[in-house]
Structure formats: structure tokens, C-alpha cells
């Protein structure tokens, strides 16, 4: 009789244990795949935050002066983000109608890159061109209407990583 008792008490210490163990099991599981959906939240909030700063010059109607600032934005971002972490350069491009004649008086000897026949890049060009620019090419540029025609987005991260912007007239609409 005593060793049924003793072996009754011991079965039901090994489940009460096996109960404890499992139910310490599921709140690990549990409390993991909260932190894990709130990592992933973070991230979200973080890559629309990222989004909503450059969306905002998605529109009908930018001025050259905008796009001036947007392509500052881009460099301080191409800076700060390393294409080693998985970051993408963002670029902005843009089409004028004579681009030969807004920028004939550069003189700075720098090559504006094109990334096609019609597109060329703005933040390359803001960052290595426009300093050397007179004041006269550089209003002439900032007094433009440009129409925002693409936004490109990184398939992985959901990241913007491109405008395109095609210049019109005033009355355009």
C-alpha cells in the first residue's frame, strides 16, 4: 500500500511538473510571436515614415525649387543609409523639355549623367553640378514646373528608391 501512495505521489509530481513545463512552453511561444509582430510593426512604421517623406513630392505640380530640396533629401538619405545594410540608393530623375539650354552655362566640366536618353539624374546633379551652377541657371531651374510620372519601390524592403519627373508648363493641370 505505501509504495502505490508513494508511487501516486510520484506520478503526480511528474505531471504537475510536465503541466508547468508546458504551460511555461506557451507563454514563451506566446510572448515571442508578440515581440516578433511588433518588431515587424516597428518596421512598417518606420518604412512609411521613410515613404511618406518622399511621397509627399508625388504630384501633378512641383516646382524646380522643390525638386532642388528633394534631391538634397536624397543624398543626406544615400549618406546616412549604408548599400552594405541592404539599403538601396534612392534617386530622383528628371526630364526638361531643353535640358541642353538650361544648363549650357554650367562650366563646372561635370558630365550630367543620364539613365537613358530622356531621364537624367537630379541628385547626382544637385550634388556635384549645381554648386558650380550661376545664379541665373539656378533660378531658371528653381522657377521650372515638373509632374511626378513614377515612383519606383525596392521589391524587398518597400522602400522608394526612385522619382521620375517630367517637366511641363505652368498652365499644365
Avoid: H
Avoid at 528653381?142 to 505652368?170: A, H, M, P, Q, W
Wanted: some cysteine; proline content about 1%; glycine content about 6%.
Amino acid at each position: 500500500m505505501e509504495n502505490s501512495s508513494l508511487a501516486l505521489r510520484i506520478a503526480g509530481g511528474v505531471l504537475i511538473s510536465m503541466l508547468i513545463i508546458s504551460l511555461v512552453v506557451v507563454s514563451w511561444n506566446r510572448f515571442s510571436k508578440v515581440q516578433k509582430e511588433k518588431a515587424k510593426s516597428d518596421e512598417i512604421k518606420s518604412i512609411s515614415d521613410f515613404n511618406k517623406e518622399f511621397e509627399s513630392y508625388n504630384k501633378d505640380i512641383v516646382r524646380g525649387y522643390e525638386l532642388v530640396s528633394l534631391a538634397n533629401l536624397a543624398n543626406d538619405t544615400n549618406k546616412k543609409y549604408s548599400e552594405d545594410d541592404g539599403f538601396k540608393k534612392f534617386n530622383v530623375y528628371i526630364s526638361m523639355k531643353n535640358t541642353d539650354a538650361a544648363l549650357s552655362s554650367s562650366g563646372s566640366g561635370t558630365e550630367i549623367r543620364y539613365n537613358n536618353k530622356k531621364y537624367f539624374d537630379f541628385t547626382d546633379f544637385a550634388n556635384n553640378i549645381w554648386p558650380g551652377l550661376s545664379n541665373g541657371d539656378k533660378k531658371a531651374i528653381k522657377d521650372l514646373y515638373f509632374r511626378c510620372v513614377d515612383v519606383k519601390y525596392d521589391k524587398v524592403s518597400g522602400r522608394i528608391i526612385t522619382l521620375y519627373f517630367n517637366e511641363i508648363t505652368k498652365v499644365e493641370n
